[in-house]
């Protein structure tokens, strides 16, 4: 047997030390699996991710698609809460293996997942239940832990610019000490803020002058600076009451919703004046924050009152492409912004998110590659990969060619059916007329029930059959129709159009500015996978193809300025 192997290792202290270990995850499982003689063919590993926040279990999705497209027929974990810890989603993920004909092992206690029977399904329920359970009370106990701590003024949190965490004594409490080279950064940020500088012309000027932000987060991601300051982190230091020596502990707490987690108002805050932390004096906290709300007061006035910026949650964007592009230099997403032309034409372009926050030392990307012209270029790769005609006739080929190679074999089981069908009506009557001559002992009436059961099977085979004995023209027709309804879907409206592209797209569509050797732009290079699903004889198969192409250098179109002197040919 075929088998694969997932591990995750959890984000909570509560567990078993092989739990805590991915390497000794994979390294029971192998033994497991050699032990019933299987091979592996694959590990599938997220190390460091919590079981209730889904959307950052990459390889675990990587694992179902490649379920879904039968490379395994086993798979091998520790226990099924390495699957996930979350009541809602695990026993519909035992059901998705179980439908892509995969059957999930625990080693811990070497049985197989069963879901044959109503008994065995509701255990399945009870043991996420209670894995959930778990996860909670651990929650809750951590939860307290920590706000304990805080009572006590001791350190309930992790790194802040201008701290240290000092452990007093040995084993004894963590507490903040200032650190006065980051409480000099802390003290700079205040002051561009008093003096009118804007959240994003702050974090441009510390990143061009090679000011460090000592408390960067390794994203993971080696093409992401982790060491560069952001609006949304200046943001976020002009707004910790910590720095002017208050202490504030409980604003705040998580919650796990559709596998993310966001932070939602807390139960009780605890608020404790600590002086010796203080980093920040009252008059410059106040100046600054003078200034920030006067800003605000103008930002309202001119947008009338009226936020701006992306939809509220939940909305789709009006832009195709948006979420879909990642910058080719730093890995960063690519955002609409709107921008004045020369001769003042409103244009828009997709901009790296990255420069634009973080500035030229994060990323070198200062190009905005045109919405049009990267739309119409992705939408003509996919047509000419998908969508033509042609090129999708060649897809179904295969389909087409596999029923035309087998008719003698369909057309036995057709006949063998209707010979069936024939001797069970003819079965049917006799027993019909039984019944008619007053002979109706219940032996009977089964008899009838049975064969009227097996008359409905058999004329559903055969209807089967039938189908499946559908010229290869028709077929394609068929397809091709199917097709012009998604071409028409990409072409109608971008909440729609946005739809189909998730089901399209594996991944994002790396779009990289081409340079020439002075360092002007010469063009913009994108490139993407797609996928396509073709259904032949029960069974999909995945048909992916590569897109790519190029956009050329925007050049601004040069119109009349429409003033009194401008004569237009009539």
């Not at 080929?397 to 001797?423: C, V, W, Y």
Request: overall charge positive.
């Amino acid at each position: 047997m075929i088998a694969a192997i997932y591990a995750r290792k959890s984000t909570e202290q509560n567990v078993s030390d092989d739990a805590k270990s991915v390497t000794r995850q994979v390294e029971l499982a192998r033994a497991f699996a050699a032990e019933k003689g299987w091979d592996v063919i694959e590990e599938y590993v997220d190390d460091g991710v919590s079981g209730v926040v889904s959307t950052k279990l990459v390889r675990r999705a990587a694992m179902f698609a490649a379920a879904a497209e039968g490379k395994f027929e086993a798979l091998i974990v520790r226990d099924l809460d390495r699957l996930s810890r979350n009541d809602e989603e695990l026993p519909s993920l035992i059901y998705s293996l179980r439908d892509s004909g995969v059957a999930v092992w625990s080693y811990a206690d070497k049985t197989r997942v069963d879901t044959r029977t109503a008994m065995s399904r509701g255990m399945l329920t009870m043991k996420a239940t209670f894995a959930a359970a778990e996860r909670e009370a651990s929650q809750e106990r951590t939860r307290e832990a920590l706000r304990r701590k805080a009572e006590r003024g001791e350190v309930a949190g992790g790194r802040v610019l201008g701290y240290d965490n000092v452990r007093q004594g040995d084993g004894g409490p963590v507490i903040r000490v200032v650190n006065e080279g980051e409480a000099a950064i802390v003290r700079r940020i205040f002051e561009m803020a008093a003096g009118g500088k804007g959240l994003l012309r702050t974090a441009k000027a510390l990143n061009a002058e090679g000011i460090k932000n000592p408390t960067g987060q390794d994203r993971g991601k080696p093409t992401k600076r982790s060491d560069q300051w952001s609006s949304t982190g200046i943001r976020d230091i002009l707004h910790r009451e910590l720095y002017r020596g208050v202490v504030v502990y409980g604003k705040t707490r998580n919650e796990y919703r559709k596998g993310k987690r966001i932070a939602i108002a807390g139960d009780a805050q605890i608020k404790l004046d600590r002086p010796a932390l203080r980093i920040v004096s009252d008059e410059l906290w106040q100046a600054a924050h003078e200034r920030m709300e006067a800003t605000h007061a103008v930002y309202l006035r001119r947008t009338g009152g009226r936020l701006n910026g992306k939809p509220a949650s939940g909305l789709e964007s009006r832009y195709l492409l948006a979420g879909f592009l990642r910058c080719g230099i730093c890995g960063g997403n690519l955002i609409v912004s709107k921008r004045t032309g020369k001769r003042g034409r409103p244009c828009s372009a997709y901009i790296c998110t990255t420069h634009k926050t973080r500035g030229d030392v994060a990323c070198a990307n200062r190009w905005g590659v045109p919405v049009n012209e990267i739309t119409d270029g992705v939408l003509t790769s996919l047509k000419q990969a998908f969508l033509q005609e042609t090129v999708f006739m060649d897809l179904l080929n295969g389909m087409a060619a596999a029923h035309r190679d087998k008719p003698e074999s369909l057309a036995a089981q057709r006949d063998a059916l209707t010979e069936r069908i024939a001797a069970l009506d003819a079965e049917l009557k006799r027993l019909a007329d039984a019944v008619a001559g007053g002979a109706a002992p219940k032996a009977i009436l089964d008899a009838i029930t049975a064969r009227e059961q097996e008359r409905r099977d058999s004329v559903a085979k055969l209807e089967h059959l039938n189908g499946l004995a559908i010229e290869g023209s028709d077929l394609v027709t068929l397809s091709i129709s199917n097709m012009k309804e998604l071409r028409e879907e990409l072409e109608w409206e971008p909440a729609v159009a946005r739809q189909s592209l998730r089901r399209l797209l594996m991944g994002p569509i790396v779009v990289t500015p081409k340079l020439d050797a002075e360092g002007a732009l010469l063009t913009f290079d994108f490139a993407g996978t797609a996928t396509y699903a073709v259904l032949a004889d029960e069974a999909w198969r995945q048909e992916t193809r590569a897109l790519s192409g190029t956009i050329p250098r925007h050049v601004q179109q040069v119109w009349p300025r429409g003033d009194s002197n401008t004569r237009h040919a009539v």
